[in-house]
Nanobody, 121 residues
Framework: QVQVVESGGGLVRPGGSLILSCATSGSAFMLVRMGWYRQAPGKQRESVATITTGGTTNYADSAKGRFTISRDNAKNTGYLQMDSLKPEDTAVYYC???????????????WGQGTLVTVSS
């Protein structure tokens, strides 16, 4: 079984920066695609950024130019660098990992529990 744990959330002032981390653990797992999603109060969960094994990235319009997604393939860990944060970035940020478990050769999709990011003065 694969687990995903996010970290790095917190309170930051507008214009500030945060780095979120997403660590996978459990069964030996080949990470294929990792994504960051967020859900603000009263809103639906939305995609923020995704990255594939080959390094192809995709960003929501709201994240372009301010957020950077990256990954360490050796550690099966992902990161989301968030700069120039705005109050509207306030949300619970979730990591999603997709890949193949070596022992079962099955494709799995795993979500973390989320980490809260609050942007406020």
């Amino acid at each position: 079984q694969v687990q995903v744990v996010e970290s790095g959330g917190g309170l930051v002032r507008p214009g500030g920066s945060l780095i979120l981390s997403c660590a996978t653990s459990g069964s030996a797992f080949m990470l294929v695609r990792m994504g960051w999603y967020r859900q603000a109060p009263g809103k639906q969960r939305e995609s923020v950024a995704t990255i594939t094994t080959g390094g192809t990235t995709n960003y929501a319009d709201s994240a372009k130019g301010r957020f950077t997604i990256s990954r360490d393939n050796a550690k099966n860990t992902g990161y989301l660098q968030m700069d120039s944060l705005k109050p509207e970035d306030t949300a619970v940020y979730y990591c999603n990992a997709e890949g193949v478990v070596f022992s079962t050769d099955k494709f799995v999709e795993v979500w973390g529990q989320g980490t809260l990011v609050t942007v406020s003065s």
